[in-house]
């Protein structure tokens, strides 16, 4: 089962960027179509972005459509969670995700569908 780790993760003003990254060891990582999700205080994991195996498909959640973007580096194991235009709703810990696909087109964004996770990494979006 591959393994992932995040960073990236800090405390940044409104209208701020970060950009996560998360590293995956101990299985091919090309095979593996990945997921960002994010879990508030009080409030229930919700999906973010997800990208297929290639990278040439992506989904992105309503609520950060147009602000954040996923992608991923196959020769170095890595995906990316680019995040502009930040606000405090965005404060959670973000946790990256992977599972195998069916096919190149199949990218999830329900979290029950992953079988791999990372520990997390905190953002914080100061108002």
């Known amino acids: 089962q591959v393994q992932l780790v995040e960073s990236g993760g800090g405390l940044v003003q409104t209208g701020g960027s970060l950009r996560l990254s998360c590293a995956a060891s101990?299985?091919?990582?090309?095979?593996?179509?990945m997921g960002w999700f994010r879990q508030a205080p009080g409030k229930e994991r919700g999906f973010v972005s997800s990208?297929?195996?290639?990278?040439?498909?992506?989904y992105v959640g309503d609520s950060v459509k147009g602000r954040f973007t996923i992608s991923r580096d196959n020769t170095k194991n890595t995906v990316y969670l680019q995040m502009n235009s930040l606000k405090p709703e965005d404060t959670a810990v973000y946790s990256c995700a992977a599972r195998v696909p069916r096919a190149e087109w199949d990218t999830s964004s329900r979290a029950t569908d992953y079988d791999s996770w990372g520990q997390g990494t905190q953002v914080t979006v100061s108002s």
């Open positions: 101990g299985g091919t990582f090309s095979s593996y179509a």
């Open positions: 990208i297929s195996r290639s990278g040439r498909v992506t």
